[in-house]
C-alpha cells in the first residue's frame, strides 16, 4: 500500500503571509476568488488518488506558509505533493518528492520533481518533444488570447497614440519567486539593458508594468526618466500591446508565453518554460538579438503540444490519470 500525502493550501487566506495578522481563523472558509481554481485541482487530484488500488490518500491543509519540511516529520507517508516549491528550499531526504503549481493559463498546472516553469526537471522543454505534433492547444490559446483573456483581467481595447514598431517590455513584480529562482538577472537590469540596446537601436521602446503589486514598479519607472525614448503604460490590455509591437522583451514573464501566441518574437533574459522557442538576450548581446529576431510559428506550436500533454488541466479529469 503505498501512502500519498497531499499538501494542499488554505484558500480562503493568502499564499504569503501578511506580517500584520498573528492569527488565521480556524474554521476553513470559502476560497477568494482568485484561488478558486486550485481547490479544482486539488479536487481532482483526490479523486484520481483515491480511486486508486493500493493507495492510501491524506490531505494536510494549512496556510501555505506553514507547511515545512519539520511539520512533515509527524506524518507517515511514501510520496508528499507540495504546492508552491522547488527541491531547493523543501527538500526531504528519502520521500518522494512532487511540486505543483499554477501556469499562466490558470487552469493548467505542472507537477514535477524538481520544480515549476523555468525550474522543472524537464527544463529546457524541448525535452517533451515527440514527433507527432498538433495545433490544436496552439490554436485554443491563441484563440483566447485574441479575445483579451489573461490570467489576470485586462482593460478592454482602447485609442491609445503608441509609435510605430516598438518594442515592448512587460515588467515583472521584482521579488517575485520566478525571478528568484529562475532567473540571473533581476527585472531592473534587464529593463536598463532594454533601454540603453532600443536608444542605440532607435527603436521605441513601450515598458508595460505589472497589474498586481503597483508599488513594486515606482522604482522600475523611475528609472526610465533619462530615456526620451520609453513610455511608460499602465492600465492597457497586454494583449492589445502584444498585438502592436514588433517584438516583447521580458525575464521570464507568462506574457512572453502570450505573446508566442500572438506570433510575436519573444526575448528572455531568465529561464521560462517557453524560451525553447524564445530569443536570449544577456548584456552584450541584446543589441544583437533585436536585429536578428526569430519566431518560428512551427517550433512553437510544437512546445505548445508537448508542453500541455505534460501538465495537468482541470477541465480535464483524464489528463490527471498520469499523476505519479
Known amino acids: 500500500m503505498k501512502k500519498i500525502l497531499l499538501l494542499a493550501p488554505r484558500l480562503d487566506v493568502s499564499f504569503r503571509k501578511n506580517p500584520a495578522i498573528n492569527n488565521i481563523p480556524t474554521q476553513i472558509g470559502p476560497p477568494i476568488e ?23 490518500f491524506e490531505k494536510l491543509e494549512k496556510a501555505l506558509w506553514e507547511f515545512s519540511p ?11 505533493l507540495v504546492p508552491h516549491k522547488e527541491h531547493h528550499n523543501f527538500n526531504i531526504k528519502d520521500k518522494e518528492v512532487y511540486y505543483y503549481m499554477q501556469t499562466t493559463f490558470p487552469w493548467i498546472f505542472s507537477v514535477d520533481s524538481k520544480g515549476w516553469a523555468g525550474g522543472a526537471s524537464v527544463y529546457p522543454y524541448n525535452s517533451l518533444y515527440t514527433d507527432k505534433v498538433d495545433n490544436t492547444v496552439f490554436n485554443n490559446l491563441r484563440t483566447r488570447a485574441l479575445e483579451n483573456k489573461s490570467k489576470f483581467s485586462q482593460p478592454e481595447y482602447s485609442d491609445i497614440q503608441l509609435p510605430e514598431n516598438f518594442v515592448l517590455f512587460t515588467c515583472q513584480i521584482p521579488h517575485d519567486e520566478t525571478i528568484k529562482y529562475h532567473s540571473q538577472v533581476g527585472v531592473g537590469k534587464a529593463l536598463i539593458w532594454t533601454c ?14 505589472h497589474p498586481i503589486n503597483k508599488d513594486s514598479m515606482i522604482g522600475l519607472k523611475n528609472s526610465l526618466v533619462n530615456y526620451n525614448h520609453v513610455t511608460y503604460l499602465d492600465n492597457v490590455s497586454i494583449h492589445q500591446l502584444i498585438s ?21 518574437p519573444v526575448i528572455t533574459f531568465g529561464q521560462a518554460e517557453y524560451d525553447c522557442v524564445t530569443n536570449h538576450a544577456t548584456k552584450d548581446n541584446i543589441i544583437e538579438v533585436l536585429e536578428n529576431l ?20 482541470c477541465t480535464r479529469p483524464e489528463s490527471f490519470t498520469k499523476l505519479p
Open 34 to 56: 482568485e484561488k478558486k481554481i486550485w481547490s479544482n485541482f486539488i479536487a481532482q487530484v483526490e479523486k484520481e488518488y483515491n480511486s486508486r488500488p493500493n493507495v492510501q
Open 70 to 80: 519539520n511539520l512533515l516529520k509527524s506524518y507517515d507517508y511514501d510520496m508528499v
Open 196 to 209: 540603453e540596446a532600443t536608444k542605440k537601436l532607435g527603436i521605441p521602446l513601450v515598458v508595460k508594468g
Open 244 to 264: 502592436l509591437s514588433k517584438c516583447v522583451v521580458t525575464v521570464n514573464s507568462g506574457t512572453g508565453m502570450e505573446a508566442l501566441l500572438h506570433k510575436k
Open 294 to 313: 526569430i519566431y518560428n510559428e512551427n517550433e512553437v506550436i510544437k512546445f505548445f503540444d508537448s508542453w500541455y500533454n505534460w501538465c495537468y488541466d
